[in-house]
């Protein structure tokens, strides 16, 4: 049967494996330009059409990251019970973890494609169809979250006004906020690089002028309250899991676009400054209006621990900033859908998940409880997280960073093939890394309510996010030791060029 147009073919070379036909996606050579649309989607990405720099990758987090979300993150995890200083610890340890995030962008440089295809390589085409229907699940939880904030604002704004917006307004709110924000993911990588670079220096300005009204305002000592340093670990986890850890799953769908050659430290420090620089300053500040007024635990009511001049401009702002965050969900969550088999270009399911995006936003607002949650959502998702990246990690560096981006991009055949598509280690490592993650859990203000027993037993700790990635991560290093460099020996290809030979 002759294969279709845009299909390369070949076989992977002799390994002690019988011989497996390998199918790979070619595509043209499309171009990188801001304000047309993207064409490239999970694909691999030619080097003449990588034109980012690490200074673009910098602002592009900082952009996302100045945000209203953050400094709510800030003001609940004081509001979990913690002392002012045992917050600041929180958020300082916490954010030291956007070094995940850094070290999950490398691969991205490296093959030209984006995360959810190099997690092929650990857990086999089909195997990887599992953890990226968890992380299109999380994507989805992130946009329906930054949807609902936008919605929440706007009502604020008419209650301001002494007005109300009832079901209807409520209704053609949401389908307003998301036709707004399909259009950047819609559009691609290039024109989110480069509106939230500019976004970022006009974020940076409206911080300063927040820090300037709150801080004056601001006791440490006026708040009596404290906690043990035990349950000052679920505040951590909120922590984690909104950001230096809640990010690794995009960090190469952004990534991609470095020329290979871009030195990998360079990527590093790129993406994990410009991610925790303004998720640090963010929570401090969002701790600090805390102090002010404890309304500021949800976004609507973070206006109250400024001057009331500042009502009109921050809410003004707080909706570009909340639909910059989100942009990176919805496109990441785009191409996740292709790397789990829909067969739809990267716009198409933008598409889709606009539409599933607009109509869960609407159950969760007409539900409520919309901040309970949440927090129970940031909770969660580290149960299958913390071990995906486990794995993610030490795969990469068993692979020394070395990838066959041919493999990645195929159909079926290749060196990731394997049973049938399956990598049984790696799934195997990632059930025994939720199991163990659940078994240190502490959810138990959240619904649904659950307390594990490692975390009954230490008067409410919560380290999920360690634990699942470490047992993920060991196991998989144990089961997989040998069998990966080896590997490196069949590779079909130049390792990571991100070329296809031509037909």
């Not at 949807?147 to 009502?155: A, G, S």
Request: glycine share 10%; net charge neutral.
């Amino acid at each position: 049967m002759a294969e279709p147009s845009g299909v390369v073919t070949g076989t992977e070379p002799a390994s002690g494996r019988s011989q497996v036909p390998l199918v790979v996606e070619a595509s043209a050579p499309e171009g990188y330009e801001a304000f047309r649309l993207e064409q490239r989607g999970i694909e691999l990405i030619p080097e003449q059409e990588r034109p980012m720099r690490p200074s673009g990758l910098f602002w592009m987090w900082a952009g996302a990251i100045w945000n209203v979300e953050f400094l709510v993150y800030g003001a609940l995890v004081v509001s979990f019970g913690l002392s002012f200083w045992q917050a600041v610890a929180a958020i300082l340890v916490g954010n030291t973890v956007y070094g995940f995030l850094g070290l999950a962008s490398l691969p991205g440089p490296e093959t030209g494609t984006t995360a959810f295809m190099v997690s092929r390589a650990a857990f086999g085409r089909n195997g990887n169809r599992a953890p990226s229907l968890f992380n299109w699940l999380t994507q989805l939880g992130f946009e329906i979250e930054g949807i609902v904030l936008v919605v929440l604002v706007v009502k604020t704004m008419f209650n301001h006004e002494g007005a109300s917006l009832g079901t209807g307004g409520k209704a053609a709110v949401i389908v307003a906020a998301v036709l707004v924000q399909f259009i950047m993911p819609f559009l691609g990588h290039a024109t989110i690089t480069k509106v939230l670079r500019y976004l970022s220096f006009v974020f940076i300005v409206v911080f300063a002028v927040m820090a300037a009204l709150v801080v004056p305002h601001a006791h440490p000592t006026h708040l009596h309250q404290h906690t043990s340093w035990l349950y000052w670990t679920t505040g951590l986890v909120l922590i984690v899991s909104a950001g230096g850890l809640g990010w690794t799953e995009n960090a190469a769908d952004y990534s991609r676009y470095l020329p290979r050659s871009t030195p990998k430290a360079r990527t590093f420090w790129a993406a994990t400054l410009g991610g925790a620089v303004p998720s640090v300053l963010l929570e401090l500040l969002g701790a600090t209006a805390y102090l002010v007024s404890p309304k500021v635990t949800s976004a609507t009511g973070l206006p109250s621990a400024f001057a009331s001049w500042f009502f009109w401009p921050f809410l003004v702002l707080a909706l570009p900033q909340l639909f910059a965050i989100n942009t990176l969900d919805m496109y990441s969550s785009g191409v996740t859908l292709q790397a789990i088999g829909l067969r739809l270009k990267r716009w198409g399911c933008i598409v889709v998940d606009t539409v599933i995006c607009g109509a869960v936003t609407a159950l969760v607002i007409f539900k409520g409880s919309f901040y309970t949650d949440l927090s129970g959502f940031l909770d969660y998702i580290v149960v299958w997280l913390g071990p995906w990246f486990g794995i993610f990690l030490v795969d990469y560096l068993l692979r020394r960073g070395r990838y066959d981006a041919r493999s990645l991009a195929a159909r079926r055949g290749g060196v990731y093939w394997r049973n049938n598509g399956f990598n049984w280690k790696a799934l195997v490592a990632l059930a025994l890394g939720m199991f163990a993650a659940m078994m240190w859990t502490d959810a138990a203000y959240y619904v649904p309510s659950y307390t594990s027993p490692l975390s009954n037993h230490t008067h409410g700790a919560d380290l999920s996010w360690l634990l699942g990635l470490v047992v993920a991560g060991l196991t998989y290093y144990l089961l997989s030791r040998s069998s990966v460099p080896q590997e490196q020996g069949t590779s079909v290809g130049p390792a990571g060029s991100g070329q296809l030979p031509a037909h």
